[in-house]
């Protein structure tokens, strides 16, 4: 069983910045892939950015390119989104998640990854 905390929403001015962090449990997080999702009232939850087990390889939705930054730190089984230039319509709530099956794909499909977290609001204010 994996477990995934996020950390790091808030509150924002548009133009602001925000990090968010995401903890696992688990002795194997350094073989999974980690994503950031998010889900805003009323639609359905979105990729946001992916990152492979090695952090060699990311993928980032078109809407955030240029804006977010997804990392890893395997030591600290530690996932982060650095969020720059926040924009309303980023405001949602932020989810990581983990595919714990070993995979060299950096998947955008949610039901591909096995494990979620309890999510955390982000808010950007015009």
């Known amino acids: 069983q994996v477990q995934l905390v996020e950390s790091g929403g808030g509150l924002v001015q548009a133009g602001g910045s925000l990090r968010l962090s995401c903890a696992a449990s688990?002795?194997?997080?350094?073989?999974?892939?980690m994503g950031w999702f998010r889900q805003a009232p009323g639609k359905e939850r979105e990729f946001v950015a992916a990152?492979?087990?090695?952090?060699?390889?990311?993928r980032y939705a078109a809407s955030v390119e240029g804006r977010f930054t997804i990392s890893r730190d395997n030591a600290k089984n530690t996932v982060y989104l650095q969020m720059n230039s926040l924009k309303p319509e980023d405001t949602a709530v932020y989810y990581c998640?983990?595919?714990?099956?070993?995979?060299?794909?950096?998947?955008?499909?949610?039901?591909?990854?096995?494990?979620w977290g309890q999510g955390t609001q982000v808010t950007a204010s015009s």
């Open positions: 990152i492979s087990w090695s952090g060699g390889s990311t």
């Open positions: 998640a983990a595919r714990a099956t070993f995979s060299v794909v950096v998947s955008t499909t949610p039901r591909t990854y096995d494990y």
């Open positions: 688990g002795r194997t997080f350094s073989s999974y892939v």
